[in-house]
Antibody
Framework: QVQLVESGGGVVQPGRSLRLSCAAS????????MHWVRQAPGKGLEWVAI????????FYADSLKGRFTISRDNAKNTVYLQMNSLRVEDTAVYYC??????????????WGQGTLVTVSS | DIVMTQSPDSLAVSLGERATINCKSS????????????LAWYQQKPGQPPKLLIF???TRASGVPDRFGGSGSGTDFTLTISSLQAEDVAVYYC?????????FGQGTKLEIK
């Protein structure tokens, strides 16, 4: 069965960096596009980034460009989110999610349980 | 960016009654070449990740009970729960996957009256 397991969250000071990982299993990872979505405490869902199946195409939320980088290692069935220059407002649960396609133009059919990132001094 | 606006923000419905949630997009999410609306609905219960309910505006995801239905086209969409059950208490989000950034509505909190 499909499994997505995020890791790497924690408490970090403003201005520092953090790298999240999402380990996938139960499907052919190298054929599937992957997303990161975040949810601030008590708030709604905010799409963060997508990476296509082969890693050649990436898109980001406009508000995050230049600070966050999505990448993947198809040999390790893992997608990453490198977060730099973190701000208090980046505090959120970060979810990885997949679409049943190599590109992004399908719904998010499976989600991980999420990892909490807290940015605080 | 396509702005997704849901109404109402919260809703209280009696058990067994119908619940209706609306979603409006700031531009059409209908792709005319395949006549598909790139619109999904998700359900999120407390402490859980979102779960896909409906995609292509009206197709139920695998395992979703048939009391959940989606309708609409272009810019106006509706999620209907025909007979509310206690386990349907959740926040519901619409989302467009027509173009990046893939935007969500603000969410509708559904409670039991």
């Amino acid at each position: 069965q499909v499994q997505l397991v995020e890791s790497g969250g924690g408490v970090v000071q403003p201005g520092r960096s953090l790298r999240l990982s999402c380990a996938a299993s139960g499907f052919t990872f190298s054929s599937i596009a992957m997303h990161w979505v975040r949810q601030a405490p008590g708030k709604g869902l905010e799409w963060v980034a997508i990476i296509w199946y082969d890693g050649t195409t990436k898109f980001y939320a406009d508000s995050l460009k230049g600070r966050f980088t999505i990448s993947r290692d198809n040999a390790k069935n893992t997608v990453y989110l490198q977060m730099n220059s973190l701000r208090v407002e980046d505090t959120a649960v970060y979810y990885c999610a997949r679409v049943d396609a190599g590109d992004g133009y399908k719904p998010f059919d499976f989600w991980g349980q999420g990892t909490l990132v807290t940015v605080s001094s | 960016d396509i702005v997704m606006t849901q109404s109402p923000d919260s809703l209280a419905v009696s058990l067994g009654e119908r619940a209706t949630i609306n979603c409006k997009s700031s531009q059409s999410v209908l792709y005319t070449s395949n006549n598909k609306n790139y619109l999904a609905w998700y359900q999120q219960k407390p402490g859980q990740p979102p779960k896909l309910l409906i995609f292509w505006a009206s197709t139920r995801a695998s395992g979703v009970p048939d009391r959940f239905g989606g309708s609409g086209s272009g810019t106006d969409f509706t999620l209907t729960i025909s007979s509310l059950q206690a386990e349907d208490v959740a926040v519901y989000y619409c989302q467009q996957y027509y173009t990046t950034p893939y935007t969500f509505g603000q969410g509708t909190k559904l409670e039991i009256k």
